[in-house]
């Protein structure tokens, strides 16, 4: 093994164990396995783990006891505490898809749109109209700070269109992607000490929003219809559940109508609002999108959508879709926070919505990510045959791959990028950790057919 690959797999090792102590999963007391078990386990060298426990040891976090072994030890934190993780898991959240120093890879990224199928031509068109008819009054600070009504009418006809929602533009205010929109409804409804819900597992970035509030994060199971609502919390009233019930990330599932029914009499009986973050249910391979959670129950339901997924994440254009009641103070936080997004590019989307190129857009884009889904599923089968089960595939740009009995994990995927491939394993989206080892997202919106194949005969070497 070469000195700079392992000193980075050395790192890694260290930052798998301390996380799991910082976060509580490893609690004091708790007995490590003896170097040489884990070494086999995570298919390093024993020297490598003697290294990373000795140095755990030096910061305090472990202590060895003679003929005992290793222990976690009391590192008094009142609770568990959220730290940057040196995993790959918000490296990849928030990096361009792209790897490193902008060498060519195969990113198997999920949620991520095919960048090189963006309608710019159409785009740019739009934009330099718009920039033609431009009024000077448009250049100063915009008098409405939930954003431009133009769009906000556009979205409430896309909306009805695409999902069967009636909602009105008085309702929604555009923020900076759906990212700005969680951080709003983290700072309006959580405050230090209160609780939510949320799917586990979940989106890495979207859990950390909600931490930063340091609000007291509840993880939920989800399961093959959508979230366990039946272990919601029923010694403390959460004061919002955060779901993605049209197609669950990064599993999959589709909320159940008996469960959203369940979901909707929890809410309105502890006085919750529910979050719900529909992110790219528009791609949908067999039959029509399913319908929103807030077409049940516009009072207790907060909608949020992006157009990262649709048209492309360098826009950073998203809405919130909120109750009547919290209209207000959704738009007030906006103004303390930005006062607006770039009206000029709220204009040009309206504009691009009204003509028609959004739509006819998706629709293009439904049928090349459903032949980049058929050659991922395919080259699975191909090359692992059963080992192999597929699931989470009937929406969305990525699916799940699960190897009963094998390692799909950080390693594997620190040993894959060294050869130029990124693959994500399910394990770095849980919030409860240690359940989905066997388990990959792999998402096709950003990779073609031929990279496909050549990422899957790579991935065989190694799983």
Same mark, same amino acid.
């Given at each position: 093994?070469?000195?700079?690959?392992?000193?980075?797999?050395?790192?890694?090792?260290?930052?798998?164990?301390?996380?799991?102590?910082?976060?509580?999963?490893?609690?004091?007391?708790?007995?490590?396995?003896?170097?040489?078990?884990?070494?086999?386990?995570?298919?390093?060298?024993?020297?490598?783990?003697?290294?990373?426990?000795?140095?755990?040891?030096?910061?305090?976090?472990?202590?060895?006891?003679?003929?005992?072994?290793?222990?976690?030890?009391?590192?008094?934190?009142?609770?568990?505490?959220?730290?940057?993780?040196?995993?790959?898991?918000?490296?990849?959240?928030?990096?361009?898809?792209?790897?490193?120093?902008?060498?060519? !890879? $195969?990113?198997?990224? @999920? %949620?991520?749109?095919?960048?090189?199928?963006?309608? &710019?031509?159409?785009?740019? =068109?739009?934009? +330099?109209?718009?920039?033609?008819?431009?009024?000077?009054?448009?250049?100063?600070?915009?008098?409405?700070?939930?954003?431009?009504?133009?769009?906000?009418?556009?979205?409430?006809?896309?909306?009805?269109?695409?999902?069967?929602?009636?909602?009105?533009?008085?309702?929604?205010?555009?923020?900076?992607?759906?990212?700005?929109?969680?951080?709003?409804?983290?700072?309006?409804?959580?405050?230090?000490?209160?609780?939510?819900?949320?799917?586990?597992?979940?989106?890495?970035?979207?859990?950390?929003?909600?931490?930063?509030?340091?609000?007291?994060?509840?993880?939920?199971?989800?399961?093959?219809?959508?979230?366990?609502?039946?272990?919601?919390?029923?010694?403390?009233?959460?004061? !919002? $559940?955060?779901?993605? @019930? %049209?197609?669950?990330?990064?599993?999959?599932?589709? &909320?159940?109508?008996?469960? =959203?029914?369940? +979901?909707?009499?929890?809410?309105?009986?502890?006085?919750?609002?529910?979050?719900?973050?529909?992110?790219?249910?528009?791609?949908?391979?067999?039959?029509?999108?399913?319908?929103?959670?807030?077409?049940?129950?516009?009072?207790?339901?907060?909608?949020?959508?992006?157009?990262?997924?649709?048209?492309?994440?360098?826009?950073?254009?998203?809405?919130?879709?909120?109750?009547?009641?919290?209209?207000?103070?959704?738009?007030?936080?906006?103004?303390?926070?930005?006062?607006?997004?770039?009206?000029?590019?709220?204009?040009?989307?309206?504009?691009?919505?009204?003509?028609?190129?959004?739509?006819?857009?998706?629709?293009?884009?439904?049928?090349?990510?459903?032949?980049?889904?058929?050659?991922?599923?395919?080259?699975?089968?191909?090359?692992?045959?059963?080992?192999?089960?597929?699931?989470?595939?009937?929406?969305?740009?990525?699916?799940?791959?699960?190897?009963?009995?094998?390692?799909?994990?950080?390693?594997?995927?620190?040993?894959?990028?060294?050869?130029?491939?990124?693959?994500?394993?399910?394990?770095?989206?849980?919030?409860?950790?240690?359940?989905?080892?066997?388990?990959?997202?792999?998402?096709?919106?950003?990779?073609?057919?031929?990279?496909?194949?050549?990422?899957?005969?790579?991935?065989?070497?190694?799983?």
């Amino acid at each position: 093994m070469q000195s700079g690959r392992n000193e980075t797999k050395t790192r890694q090792v260290y930052s798998w164990i301390r996380d799991r102590i910082m976060q509580g999963s490893y609690r004091a007391g708790t007995s490590l396995p003896s170097t040489r078990e884990l070494a086999k386990e995570l298919g390093v060298s024993r020297a490598l783990i003697v290294e990373v426990y000795e140095q755990l040891t030096a910061e305090g976090f472990l202590e060895g006891k003679q003929g005992s072994g290793t222990f976690v030890r009391d590192i008094g934190a009142s609770k568990p505490m959220h730290v940057q993780s040196e995993e790959l898991v918000d490296r990849h959240e928030n990096v361009s898809p792209a790897c490193e120093n902008h060498v060519s !890879c $195969i990113d198997f990224r @999920p %949620s991520f749109p095919a960048l090189e199928h963006v309608p &710019l031509q159409k785009w740019k =068109r739009v934009a +330099l109209d718009v920039y033609h008819d431009l009024p000077p009054s448009m250049l100063g600070y915009p008098e409405d700070m939930a954003g431009d009504i133009e769009l906000r009418q556009a979205i409430c006809e896309h909306l009805l269109h695409i999902k069967g929602l009636h909602c009105q533009p008085s309702q929604i205010i555009i923020t900076a992607g759906a990212t700005q929109a969680f951080s709003i409804l983290g700072k309006l409804l959580l405050t230090p000490g209160e609780t939510i819900a949320m799917e586990d597992p979940t989106a890495t970035f979207i859990h950390n929003l909600f931490a930063e509030t340091n609000a007291r994060i509840m993880p939920v199971p989800v399961d093959a219809d959508g979230l366990c609502v039946e272990l919601l919390p029923t010694d403390v009233r959460p004061k !919002c $559940i955060f779901v993605t @019930p %049209s197609h669950q990330f990064p599993f999959g599932s589709i &909320l159940s109508i008996s469960r =959203r029914l369940q +979901l909707l009499d929890y809410a309105r009986s502890t006085g919750a609002y529910i979050i719900e973050d529909d992110y790219d249910s528009e791609f949908r391979y067999g039959g029509m999108p399913v319908h929103a959670l807030r077409e049940l129950d516009a009072e207790r339901v907060i909608y949020v959508g992006t157009f990262s997924k649709n048209m492309f994440p360098a826009l950073r254009l998203g809405y919130i879709v909120a109750p009547q009641e919290l209209v207000e103070s959704i738009v007030q936080l906006k103004r303390t926070t930005d006062m607006q997004c770039p009206a000029l590019s709220q204009i040009t989307l309206s504009r691009f919505m009204k003509e028609g190129h959004l739509k006819r857009h998706i629709l293009r884009m439904k049928r090349i990510y459903h032949k980049r889904r058929t050659h991922l599923i395919h080259a699975l089968k191909d090359t692992f045959g059963e080992k192999v089960q597929i699931s989470g595939d009937a929406a969305g740009l990525h699916l799940i791959a699960t190897w009963p009995g094998r390692n799909a994990d950080l390693l594997t995927a620190l040993e894959l990028e060294e050869h130029r491939i990124k693959i994500y394993p399910a394990e770095r989206y849980t919030i409860r950790k240690d359940q989905y080892n066997d388990s990959l997202i792999m998402g096709f919106g950003n990779v073609n057919e031929a990279q496909i194949s050549e990422g899957i005969q790579a991935l065989a070497q190694f799983i």
